[in-house]
């Protein structure tokens, strides 16, 4: 991947992104009809807890991201985001989620989630794998 221009791949979980925009333009939605019609202090109490659910979707669904540069794997999670150089990456799996093995370490990536065919192929392959041994 080392071509001199610095390309980046972004990977992130279409469905949670386009659900994520979703209930996110439903609470600016509620918070404006909050705001216009809302008096006192229940306007307020609904204000702020259309805005701390706003930020938390925000955080669990469009955040998340996995970009592969040239020399290092970024994950971006909900809370904390991961540099990891590709030279140390040990292993790559999909179970409930992408795992990233490095330096003995496992990183989990919330934007790329495993379905239930990915983890019904990988167990079948390593049971191919025993069987072979």
Known sequence: MSNGNNQR??????????????????????????????????????????????????????????????????????????????GSIDELRIRYQLDIEADGQVSHAWAVPGSRGSRQRDLRRQLRVYDAD
Do not use: T
């Open 9 to 86: 791949y972004r990977y992130r979980s279409l469905p949670a992104l386009v659900g994520g925009a979703v209930v996110i333009l439903f609470g600016v939605l509620l918070l404006g009809d909050s705001v216009i019609r809302g008096s006192g202090r229940s306007a307020w109490l609904s204000a702020f807890g259309l805005l701390a659910g706003i930020g938390m979707v925000y955080l669990v669904s469009v955040r998340p991201a996995v970009i592969a540069k040239d020399d290092v794997l970024l994950i971006r999670n909900p809370l904390q985001d991961i540099e990891i150089p590709w």
